[in-house]
């Protein structure tokens, strides 16, 4: 018996690449038979990413979006057409059984095509829902969320969407061959500091300042300062490299982290167990402050304002944290308990049973989808 055909769209950023990703990886561990088709454009980074992980890519026209539902949507007409005709021959060609969105400008196309065709799912990564999610969500028959209350109607709260090679991490036991991979010292506090593939110029910039601090205090750091972004002057105890590439070995090899606040950062540094100062953005709709809210209500973690990141608040946050084992230990199970380290293999149970090929036996998380 031919396996489902399910059709993941989450192309456009690595934030919504990597938890579609993470689901379809899901549903191959469930269902080793399912057919998964991805939709994306020649844009941003679905050419290098899906590919890489072995999913056949159909490319469809982009539809760039207005961040609110405006008039300019409807100046679109023409591509809104075309984008959603390829998204329903691609549906008929795969026979697909269900359309999973993660938002983003690919999303949209796919809603309206499977709309009144096949089933969809709808998973919403930040606090406050995009466009393309907002419109899916009105007719989706599945809206899942990665943080509470983003208004989405019939909102189910599973989680961000996570590689196995994140939920499943042992740090300590990585530990030294991380800080060997790293060339970091073996014993002592180290601090991660990262700001996205591009870096981020505040961080940078305060973590350069404070570094002498750091460093005095006995605390290594590994810093990604992103592609544009500048390192910090050389010195013994610190990296800067422009991308970590095996972010499992930079997690194992932390105690605390500096970061920004997009969804898949938190669900990551509070799905491995790390307490972290979170920076978010400060421009936007202040989305990055929501999403890091939970993990610091539950402990795992601090607010500090773009604004209020001085080289002074770097050293007096960190600083105490990283020298206090108990504190970092309390923190870190705060981070782990505020996650949903299940989320992708939830999500990928939930589409399966929408499309009548879940495996057996069917498990307690299916339980309240069904009683809606």
Not at 138 to 163: N, S, W
Request: aromatic residues 4%.
């Amino acid at each position: 018996m031919t396996g489902p055909s399910i059709v993941i769209a989450g192309g456009g950023s690595g934030g919504h690449i990597e938890p579609a990703l993470a689901v379809a990886d899901a549903v191959r561990a469930l269902r080793p038979d399912a057919r998964i088709t991805a939709l994306g454009t020649e844009k941003g980074l679905d050419t290098t990413l899906i590919p890489a992980r072995g999913y056949p890519l159909e490319l469809i026209p982009p539809v760039p979006l207005p961040r609110k539902p405006t008039a300019d949507l409807l100046r679109l007409p023409g591509k809104v057409r075309a984008a959603v005709s390829r998204v329903r021959e691609v549906l008929a060609a795969v026979d697909a059984g269900a359309v999973v969105g993660f938002g983003g400008f690919v999303a949209l196309p796919a809603y309206l095509g499977a709309r009144g065709r096949v089933p969809i799912v709808v998973h919403e990564a930040n606090a406050r829902a995009g466009l393309a999610n907002k419109v899916g969500a009105r007719f989706a028959d599945i809206v899942a969320t990665a943080v509470p209350d983003t208004g989405l109607p019939k909102e189910q709260l599973v989680g961000m969407p996570l590689r196995r090679s994140i939920t499943g991490l042992d740090r300590q036991a990585l530990r030294a061959q991380a800080r060997q991979f790293f060339g970091l010292p073996p014993q002592g506090p180290v601090l991660l500091v990262f700001g996205g593939s591009l870096g981020a110029r505040t961080l940078n910039t305060a973590v350069a300042a404070a570094l002498p601090e750091l460093l005095r205090a006995g605390i290594a750091v590994l810093h990604a300062h992103g592609k544009s972004g500048e390192p910090a002057p050389p010195a013994r105890g610190y990296l800067g490299v422009p991308y970590i590439e095996r972010m499992d070995l930079a997690y194992a090899a932390a105690d605390a982290v500096l970061c920004r606040a997009g969804a898949t950062t938190v669900a990551e540094v509070s799905a491995v167990g790390l307490p972290a100062v979170y920076v978010p953005l400060p421009h936007g709709n202040g989305e990055q402050a929501l999403n890091a809210r939970p993990v610091v209500a539950a402990g795992g973690g601090v607010l500090v304002d773009d604004a209020d990141l001085t080289p002074q608040r770097v050293a007096s946050e960190l600083v105490p944290l990283l020298h206090d084992p108990r504190r970092l230990a309390d923190a870190g199970r705060a981070a782990r308990s505020s996650g949903h380290a299940d989320a992708a293999d939830r999500l990928a149970r939930m589409v399966l049973e929408l499309v009548g090929a879940a495996p057996e036996p069917q498990t307690e998380v299916m339980r309240p989808w069904r009683e809606r």
